[in-house]
Every structure is written in structure tokens, then in C-alpha cells.
């Protein structure tokens, strides 16, 4: 659901080296992150798709924003999949061949609530989840797109390079995802990137890997 299909890619813009021009949510607030591959059964029995970014406090609500114009894709809620009431996904394009997504997110802001008001539930099980099909609604970067954080103290920011297939033994074992994660902070233009890596928690100074 998160891949625009053909038709859809023709619609977006190309893509730039650097795509990403503004940071998520104040960074002073982001303590650790765990990079890409991590495993911790039993929700990360098989390698983490994305990173994880940590505050430094339990509790605390933070603002996330666009970090470029985007293009939404899907927006889907679930209920008690962690120690939150809510949590959400949003996935956005950003050009043709790169799609990203926000995940537990806690709140959606009243903006990204009007779209999703106007879209019917594509998969719902009453009282635990929706998700929703959007039509590439234009968000310009910077918006506010909700609140992060909470009991949970982390959220995923994670990337799909439709450019960039991962050398799989085997790709068709893989959902088309799978088989195109890379790093969001290598999208940051050099001295953003490096706040990012600043704060990986990784001995080897990369953001490691999905495979």
C-alpha cells in the first residue's frame, strides 16, 4: 500500500541526491538511535527495516513534521500495539522512487486529520485498526504532521529506494518493500547526515543494513 503504483510515479517529481532538507523534529530532543538491522524478539525477530530514533525521556510529546514536500500515500492507526492508546504510519513519496514513512506516531495533526477523514478504511478490524489509500496530497515541508514520543519514548523513520534493490539470494521471497530498504539519514544533505550518525548507536560508524 505504502508503493505509489505506476501511474502515480509518473505523476511525482524526480528524484534529487539529497532529498531531505529539514529534520523531523528537533534534534536536541533525539538521545540514541538504534540503526538498521537490530534485532529484538520478539516484535524485531528478523532485522529491524528501519531506525529507530529515542528521547530522553519516557513521557514526553514531541512535534514531527515534514522533512521535505511529500506526497502522501497511506495513513493507517492501530489500537494497543504499545503502551499508547493509538499509534500511527504515515507513508509519504517524496519523488518517484522514494517512498518514506513516520511509524508510532502518536497523534496526527489536525491538517493530516481533515485528509484522512475523507478517505474509507481499506482493512479494519472494529475497535483495533484502519488503514487508508490517500491520492498523493501534496504536504509541504515543515508541516506538522503530529506528535512522536510518548509512553514509548521512540518512533521509526524508515526509507524505500525503489532505485536501490538489496542483493538477495532470492528477491521474490521478499515483499517488493523488503527488497528496496536503505538508510533515511543517507538522504540528508552531509552535515544533517552526520547529526544523525552523531547519535548511531553502532561501533562501526555506519547505519548498518536490512540483509
Known amino acids: ?6 501511474s502515480e ?9 539529497s532529498p531531505f532538507t529539514t529534520f523531523p523534529v528537533d534534534m536536541n530532543d533525539v538521545t540514541s538511535i538504534t540503526p538498521l538491522g537490530n534485532l529484538g524478539p520478539p516484535g524485531h525477530t528478523f532485522p529491524t527495516q528501519h531506525p529507530h530514533l ?41 519523488c518517484n522512487d522514494i517512498i518514506a514513512y513516520y511509524n508510532h506516531v502518536k497523534t496526527i495533526s489536525p491538517e493530516l486529520q481533515t485528509i484522512f477523514d475523507t478517505k474509507k478504511c481499506e482493512s479494519f478490524s ?8 490517500l491520492d498523493l496530497e501534496k ?11 510518548l509512553r514509548q519514548g521512540n518512533w521509526d523513520f524508515g526509507l524505500i529506494d525503489l532505485r536501490k534493490p538489496l542483493d538477495f539470494v532470492k528477491p521474490k521471497r521478499y515483499p517488493e518493500r523488503d527488497r ?3 538508510c533515511v539519514f543517507d538522504y540528508y544533505p552531509p552535515t544533517m547526515k552526520d547529526r544523525f550518525y552523531s547519535l548511531l548507536d553502532r561501533d562501526d560508524g555506519t547505519c548498518s543494513t536490512t540483509m
Open 126 to 133: 472494529v475497535g483495533q485498526g484502519c488503514t487508508k489509500i
Open 180 to 182: 528496496y530498504l536503505q
Open 139 to 149: 504536504i509541504e515541508e515543515g508541516t506538522l504532521l503530529g506528535t512522536v514520543g
Open 9 to 17: 510515479r509518473e505523476r511525482l517529481p524526480s528524484c534529487d541526491t
Open 54 to 94: 529515542h528521547f530522553d525521556q519516557s513521557g514526553k510529546e514531541v512535534e514531527i513534521v515534514a522533512p521535505a514536500d511529500i506526497y502522501l500515500t497511506a495513513v493507517a492507526w492501530s489500537n494497543g500495539i504499545t503502551q499508547d492508546p493509538r499509534d500511527y504510519t504515515i507513508y509519504f513519496s517524496v
Open 1 to 6: 500500500i505504502e508503493i505509489p503504483t505506476k
